[in-house]
């Protein structure tokens, strides 16, 4: 679901920690009295650090140069992914700053189609309108890794980005370049 799918991008996010999704994270009376308010346990590491660093650079260059151009939010770091899936029928952006994960999805439930949307157009656009009424008044934080691929970030990386066999096997150096 856009929920779950949503939830697995905030490990990416949060530096790669488990994230579970909640509806309602505190009610509170007007005058700031504290109704209800959920606990977040410590969460699991899930994800290593360098792969989380590589996966938001490389999430970050889909808005700054692939198919999410649209989601640029201007002063914040972005990072997020386009999806177009079954000719059409559905179209999603997923993507976060510092501070918040938002997923869009479009389609019909009936799985008809549409007029040829994809996830970086009315997807990413909508991604950004909401994106730009929820960070009014905050200020712009870099993303974990700060937008940089981990062999410019993180001390113990081999001489260029991890590759696929790195990620599987999780030991990049075994796999010398």
């Known amino acids: ?5 949503t939830a697995a991008y905030a490990s990416f996010q949060n530096g790669g920690y488990k994230a579970t999704p909640h509806l309602i994270r505190r009610v509170t009376t007007p005058d700031g009295k504290v109704l209800y308010e959920n606990t977040y346990d410590t ?3 899930v994800l290593d650090e360098k792969i989380v660093v590589d996966m938001n650079y490389m999430m970050g260059q889909v808005i700054a140069i692939g198919t999410g151009k649209k989601a640029a939010l201007p002063g914040w ?5 386009t999806g177009t899936t079954q000719s059409y029928r559905d179209a999603f952006f997923l993507g976060f700053t510092s501070n918040l994960v938002t997923g869009v999805w ?3 439930d009936d799985g008809k189609y549409m007029r040829k949307v994809t996830g970086g157009g009315l997807p990413a656009q909508t991604w950004k309108e909401f994106m730009l009424a ?3 008044g905050l200020s712009p934080a870099p993303i974990f890794g700060n937008g940089l691929p981990s062999d410019q970030v993180l001390p113990g ?6 590759t696929v066999s790195d990620i599987i096997v999780g030991d990049p150096e075994a796999y010398p370049e």
């Open 1 to 5: 679901s856009l929920m779950e799918l």
């Open 77 to 81: 770091q972005v990072a997020g992914k």
């Open 157 to 162: 990386v081999g001489q260029g980005p991890l």
């Open 134 to 136: 929820a960070h009014q």
């Open 106 to 108: 479009f389609g019909n």
């Open 43 to 45: 969460p699991p590491r």
